[in-house]
């Protein structure tokens, strides 16, 4: 259940990053690196919130000391960075094609 909600979040993170990183580079096109830190960001930030604030099956949430809590933060991570460059490349093609 608690894959199911970080991955919810981290799909609602993309669609919000994107929306964010467009709003923000069709504003200020020079400034492509804040788009892109703000847009990429959302969904890490969503998924990460999501797994910290959900608990696990013995009733406890993951705590920051533990070296597992930064693993799975780290692949939370690396799950978001993907889907958000999936989907930025998606819209390209979607672009493209008219």
Request: glycine share 14%; net charge positive.
């Amino acid at each position: 259940m608690r894959i199911l909600l970080v991955l919810g979040s981290l799909i609602l993170g993309s669609v919000a990053g994107i929306y964010l990183f467009s709003s923000i580079w069709q504003n200020t096109a020079p400034e492509s690196r804040m788009a892109m830190t703000v847009g990429g960001g959302t969904p890490v930030v969503f998924g990460v919130l999501t797994y910290l604030g959900v608990k696990t099956a013995d009733g406890d949430r993951p705590s920051l000391g533990n070296a597992r809590t930064w693993f799975a933060i780290l692949g939370i991570t690396a799950a978001a960075a993907g889907l958000f460059v999936l989907l930025i490349v998606a819209a390209a093609v979607v672009a493209q094609r008219g």
